[in-house]
C-alpha cells in the first residue's frame, strides 16, 4: 500500500513535534541536573518531574483553546484533549504528595525549605487547578456546576498561571539560563492565550 505524503499530514507531524519538544525539554533539563539515588531521597527527586510535566500540558492546553478551530483540522482534538488531561490530573495528584512523602508529611519543613511564598503560591495554584476534575465530575450530576463551567475553566486558568510564578521561584533548574527564558516565554503566552480565548474569542462569536 502506498502512503502519500499530503500537506495535512506534514503539518500534523509538525504539531506533534513541537507539543513533545515542549513538553520534554524542561523535563530532560530537570533530568540532566538531577543526582539521581534510589533511596529514601527518591520521592524529592521525582516530585519536580510531575509539577513541569503538569504545566508543560497546561501550556499546550492554554494554546489549543486558542487555535482549537484550526487544530482540530489536524488532530484528534478531543481525544489529545482528554488524554493530556488525565496525565495533568495524575500529575497534579503526584506532584504534591511526593513532595509530602519526601518531607515526612511535614508542611512545616515544606515552608522552612522552600519558603512561604512559593509553597503558598503552589498551594492556591492546586486548589484552583483541581478544581476542573472536581466541578467537571459534578457538573454531570448537577446543573448549577453546568451552568457556570465557563467560570470554573476561567479559574482554573488563573491556577495555572499562578503555576508559573511558583515554579520560577522554586523550581532550581529555572532560575537561570535558557530553560528560565522558555519557561518565562510558556508563561507570557499562556497568559496571551486565555486571554484570547475567554476575552477576544467569545466576541468575535457573538458577532
Not at 502506498?2 to 495535512?8: D, E, N
Not at 482549537?68 to 490530573?89: G, H, M, Q, S
Request: proline fraction near 4%.
Amino acid at each position: 500500500m502506498q502512503y502519500h505524503i499530503t500537506k495535512a499530514n506534514i503539518i500534523t507531524t509538525l504539531i506533534t513535534l513541537f507539543a513533545a519538544t515542549a513538553v520534554l525539554y524542561p523535563l530532560s533539563v530537570r533530568f540532566q541536573a538531577t543526582q539521581w539515588a534510589f533511596d529514601s531521597h527518591l520521592p524529592m527527586m521525582l516530585f519536580p518531574f510531575f509539577g513541569l510535566l503538569a504545566a508543560s500540558l497546561l501550556w499546550l492546553h492554554s494554546l489549543m483553546g486558542a487555535f482549537e478551530n484550526w487544530l482540530r483540522k489536524y488532530i484528534p482534538f478531543d481525544i489529545t484533549v482528554n488524554v493530556t488531561a488525565l496525565i495533568i490530573l495524575i500529575s497534579l495528584i503526584l506532584h504534591p504528595l511526593l513532595l509530602l512523602i519526601g518531607m515526612q508529611f511535614s508542611m512545616k519543613n515544606i515552608y522552612l525549605y522552600y519558603g512561604t511564598i512559593p509553597v503558598t503560591l503552589g498551594i492556591i495554584s492546586w486548589l484552583l487547578l483541581i478544581s476542573y476534575d472536581v466541578v467537571k465530575a459534578l457538573k454531570r450530576k448537577f446543573q448549577f456546576f453546568s451552568k457556570h463551567w465557563n467560570a470554573v475553566l476561567i479559574i482554573s486558568n488563573i491556577g495555572f498561571l499562578l503555576s508559573f510564578f511558583h515554579a520560577l521561584k522554586i523550581g532550581s533548574t529555572l532560575q537561570s539560563g535558557p530553560t528560565r527564558v522558555v519557561w518565562i516565554f510558556y508563561g507570557i503566552t499562556a497568559f496571551l492565550c486565555i486571554a484570547y480565548t475567554y476575552a477576544v474569542k467569545p466576541f468575535f462569536i457573538k458577532k
